[in-house]
């Protein structure tokens, strides 16, 4: 099993910044990909970005690219996901989550290991 646990969310103004960070821990093998995803009341996942532990190879997806960063600490077995310029529409509650192999960014049903989640707030 694997263990994630999220944190960074708060509020903060549009154009404002957050760092949220997914520490990852558990008794079954790390997984090789790590990513984020997020979501609002009455929409469906959304997902946001993934990195490649192995390859050490990040993706966000094209709305967020450019505002967005995913990067790891490998000493800590932690993921993190800088947001620069938030906007409004960024509010969500965000959800580290996790797979043994390659999973698209579209199937969120595809990722086994999920987080408790962590709610970013954005005001205009």
């Known amino acids: 099993q694997v263990r994630l646990v999220e944190s960074g969310g708060g509020s903060v103004q549009a154009g404002g910044s957050l760092r949220l960070s997914c520490a990852a821990s558990g008794d079954a093998a790390m997984p090789n990909y790590v990513g984020w995803f997020r979501q609002t009341p009455g929409k469906g996942r959304e997902g946001i970005a993934r990195?490649?532990?192995?390859?050490?190879?990040?993706t966000v997806v094209d709305f967020v690219e450019g505002r967005f960063t995913i990067s790891q600490d490998s000493a800590e077995n932690t993921i993190y996901l800088q947001m620069n310029d938030l906007k409004v529409e960024d509010s969500a509650m965000y959800y580290c989550?996790?797979?043994?192999?390659?999973?698209?960014?579209?199937?969120?049903?595809?990722?086994?290991?999920w987080g408790q989640g962590t709610q970013v707030t954005v005001s205009s």
């Open positions: 990195y490649d532990i192995l390859r050490r190879h990040p």
């Open positions: 989550v996790a797979a043994q192999g390659i999973t698209p960014l579209v199937d969120a049903d595809g990722w086994p290991y």
